[in-house]
């Protein structure tokens, strides 16, 4: 089945400063990226997502990037907030939904 | 998002026993899924539907068991809970393919 890997586990970036968040997966079928917001006790929170036609998309500060051939996505984050600070999840699929999600980054942003 | 409702929030149980999680949406989507997630392993699937009366296992079935004779409904049963099913569970909907999911709040299960 599809594996999802996730880089960093861990990051940490000043106010302001631009964060990246990295993923590859396994299963060349896959055509759906999604990335998920957690914040602490709370529920994960689609925010933003990408097909595989699709070779970037953008929504205000937050940018995700897919590479078919290395199959590998990114998720970048720019101006950094501490509101940002949560779990990020990136996940894969190639039905469009059952997906595989990756461990999860712990984003810390320090004023 | 209050369409989509997990209960209970919090459940403990005993080894052994059988326990259910109740997951119930407002929005007739067609797809429902089951993860549950650690420390360590993120969110993993356990079941999803597609549809009424149509399951499918997801990466870590076994030790569930799940329903959906209701489009709204998904209750996921732990059939002889063990303390490895000690986890949160969070039920998730979608309207349709390539739509993203709406997650529900979650149910924290301690099994003992």
């Known amino acids: 089945g599809e594996n999802v890997e996730q880089h960093p586990s861990t990051l940490s970036v000043q106010e302001g400063d631009s964060a990246v968040i990295k993923c590859t997966y396994s299963?060349?079928?896959?055509?759906?990226f999604p990335w998920y917001k957690q914040e602490l006790g709370k529920r994960p929170q689609l925010i933003i997502d990408?097909?595989?036609?699709?070779g970037e998309k953008k929504d205000q500060r937050i940018a995700v990037t897919l590479n078919k051939t290395a199959k590998h996505f990114s998720l970048h984050i720019t101006e950094t907030q501490p509101e940002d600070s949560a779990v990020y999840f990136c996940?894969?699929?190639?039905?469009?939904?059952?997906?595989?999600f990756g461990k999860g980054t712990s984003l810390l942003v320090t004023p | 998002d209050a369409g989509i409702t997990q209960s209970p929030r919090y459940k403990i149980t005993e080894t052994g026993r059988q326990v259910t999680l109740m997951c119930h949406q407002t929005?007739?989507?067609?797809?429902m899924f089951w993860y549950r997630q650690d420390l360590g392993h993120g969110l993993r699937l356990i079941y999803y539907?597609?549809?009424?009366?149509?399951?499918d296992k997801g990466e870590v079935p076994d030790g569930y068991v799940v329903s959906r004779s209701k489009t709204e409904n998904f209750p996921l049963t732990l059939e002889s809970a063990t303390r490895s099913q000690t986890s949160v569970y969070f039920c998730?909907?979608?309207?349709?393919?390539?739509?993203?999911?709406?997650f529900g709040s979650g149910t924290r299960l301690t099994v003992v």
């Open positions: 998730a909907s979608s309207d349709r393919e390539w739509d993203g999911y709406t």
């Open positions: 299963d060349s079928a896959s055509n759906y």
């Open positions: 990408i097909r595989s036609n699709v």
């Open positions: 996940a894969a699929s190639a039905k469009g939904y059952a997906l595989n």
């Open positions: 929005w007739s989507h067609s797809y």
């Open positions: 539907s597609a549809a009424a009366d149509i399951t």
